[in-house]
């Protein structure tokens, strides 16, 4: 079975710092991984994934994550945050190797951002 | 062009009855999911359909849940006598093809009293 941990339910960086987001994933088949942002009464939009190939992979509004097999990590990072990017963060993963299109949602990642 | 589209946005509903939530998938994509995103449970899978495949309906929490789609495309979720513990936003998600992008809709609000 596969699931997801998002280690800190908030976090907290001023503007114009680093925003790190740490998401880790089991399973047992080789995963395809999502991260996903939720702006306030709104739906989920892909800010970036990871399916195969080069494992920096880039995403929307400057952000990019880093998918570490040996660590089974996928952190998300950005290098200065700003205001707009206050939202709740969801990483996911899904079984790359069947066909299934299922995704395991981690329990999300609120950030703040302090002017 | 048009993004995924859910209906009603809100719903308030009674202990025991039903509901219907409807989903518009983005024309041309053949796979159809459902998600439930609650305080308790987060963000959870119910069901999915692709194509003419027999739906994958793993996630659906109780036999009062079931959905079905119609001619390939729209999809409606079918909540039977309603519990408080429903009570959640419902996501509808759409791709082109099974493990590619999905594209979510802003989702249903439902309340049950």
């Known amino acids: 079975a596969q699931s997801v941990t998002q280690l800190g339910s908030h976090v907290s960086v001023s503007e114009g710092a680093l925003v790190l987001l740490r998401c880790n994933y089991s399973?047992?088949?080789?995963?395809?991984l999502f991260w996903y942002v939720q702006y306030p009464n709104q739906g989920l939009q892909l800010l970036l994934k990871?399916?195969?190939?080069?494992?920096l992979v880039k995403g929307i509004n400057g952000f990019e994550a880093e998918f570490k097999k040996s660590e089974t990590s996928f952190h998300l990072t950005k290098p200065s945050a700003h205001m707009s990017d206050a939202a709740e963060y969801f990483c996911a993963v899904s079984e790359g190797s069947s066909n299934t299109g299922k995704l395991i949602f981690g329990q999300g990642t609120t950030l703040q951002v302090k002017p | 062009g048009a993004g995924v589209s859910q209906s009603p946005s809100n719903k308030v509903t009674e202990k025991g009855k039903d509901v219907e939530l409807r989903c518009d998938p983005i024309?041309?994509?053949?796979?159809l999911y459902w998600y439930r995103q609650s305080l308790g449970q987060g963000l959870e899978f119910l069901i999915y359909f692709q194509g003419n495949s027999a739906p994958d309906k793993s996630g659906l929490p109780s036999d009062r849940f079931s959905a079905e789609r119609t001619g390939g495309s729209v999809s409606t979720l079918t909540i039977q006598r309603t519990q408080q513990e429903d009570s959640a936003v419902y996501l509808c998600?759409?791709?082109?093809?099974?493990?590619?992008?999905?594209?979510f809709g802003p989702g249903t609000r439902l309340l049950v009293l």
């Open positions: 998600a759409s791709s082109r093809e099974l493990q590619e992008t999905q594209y």
């Open positions: 990871y399916t195969t190939g080069a494992t």
């Open positions: 399973s047992s088949v080789p995963p395809y």
């Open positions: 024309s041309g994509h053949t796979a």
